[in-house]
């Protein structure tokens, strides 16, 4: 059974930088086609995507995000972290990390994390 676990600061002050974990377990990110995501929720409004890091280690982004986010791995680890830099308010929602097992985007994905709640405030 695959389990993913997001982690990180609950609370993070205006223009600083966001840095989330996502901690894999039941399966290697490192095989074949899977491709690995990073999705959120500001609160009262739906799910937008992020960005992505691929089995190979390549990563792409959100192009509304691509300025402020990047995604990477330590593979020793299985584990997967989001940056995204100069949060504002508007950054604040649930954020969740998940498994897409064929590369076909994140409408694929199998397996998510429970998501983990983040607030952008001074």
């Known amino acids: 059974q695959v389990q993913l676990q997001e982690s990180g600061p609950g609370l993070v002050k205006p223009s600083q930088t966001l840095s989330l974990t996502c901690a894999v377990s039941?399966?290697?990110?490192?095989?074949?086609?899977?491709?690995w995501h990073w999705i959120r929720q500001p609160p009262g409004r739906g799910l937008e995507w992020m960005g992505a890091?691929?089995?190979?280690?390549?990563?792409y982004y959100s192009p509304s995000l691509q300025s402020r986010t990047s995604i990477s791995r330590d593979t020793s680890k299985n584990q997967f972290t989001l940056q995204l830099t100069s949060v504002t308010p508007e950054d604040t929602g649930v954020y969740y990390c998940?498994?897409?097992?064929?590369?076909?985007?994140?409408?694929?994905?199998?397996?998510w994390g429970q998501g983990t709640q983040v607030t952008v405030s001074s």
């Open positions: 998940a498994r897409d097992p064929r590369g076909a985007g994140w409408t694929n994905i199998d397996y």
């Open positions: 039941g399966g290697s990110i490192t095989t074949n086609d899977y491709n």
């Open positions: 890091i691929a089995y190979s280690g390549s990563s």
